[in-house]
């Protein structure tokens, strides 16, 4: 259970999440799964990362509940320092980053998914922000690679959810496939960049991040500073508390 890393001797590494019930991380977890990404990109023998998880779903974001049972703000403030972390270690990562995402995308795992280089989706698969009902805001700025921006605002203002199938017809999921085949079809995928001359795939990796319209990290910095004007007026605390209280995750 947490996060752990394994290569198959050709230069894919796979990093995975299994935190159960719903792979929704604590402070801990996400500081966890930004070294695993990076020592696996630090890797020389690394030439592609595929991140994916185990269970329901591929990520549920931070634990709400450990940030309603710790006393005072430490745990929120963790909990956005540690998400940062790991999307800026998806994004940074010196080999392309594959993610293969099932079932729910939610949240941090938008971050995660939308920092990603390639999207490799199940048919189950669905994304969304529900930051606004939890009294939050963060991760629109990776919502926006993934959707186009008046889908993005729509969906940060209703928290409504869109599926693999839609990212697909946007071009930001590369396939969709049936469940059981989404670990093989993210493999082949990886397959396919780990036999391309490692050297120019991580200058091509360098270049492309060159070249973003958006600086990611300085955006979501951004927007964590939103949550913590909300958090200060009370409406973080009310909307967490609400959401534990009703049998949230």
Known sequence: MGISTSRDGEGVAEVVVDAPPVNALTVRGWFDLADAVREAGRDPDTRVVVLRAEGRGFNAGVDIKEMQATTGHDALVGANRGCYEAFAAVYECEVPVIA????????????????????????????????????????????????????????????????????????????????????????????????????????????LNGIDPVDVKRSYRFEQGFTFELNLMGAGDRHRDAFVTEGGR
Do not use: W
């Open 100 to 207: 293969a995402v099932h079932g729910f995308c939610l949240g941090g795992g938008v971050g995660l998914a939308g920092n990603a280089d390639v999207v490799v989706a199940s048919d189950d698969a669905y994304f969304g922000l529900p930051e606004v009902e939890r009294g939050a805001l963060g991760a629109a700025t990776h919502l926006a690679r993934l959707v186009p921006q008046h889908l993005m605002r729509a969906m940060v203002y209703t928290c409504r959810n869109v599926t693999a199938a839609e990212l697909h017809a946007f071009g930001s999921v590369l396939e969709v496939v049936p469940r059981e085949r989404l670990r093989d079809a993210a493999l082949e995928v990886a397959a396919q960049i780990a036999a391309k001359d490692p050297y120019v795939i991580r200058r091509a990796k360098e270049s």
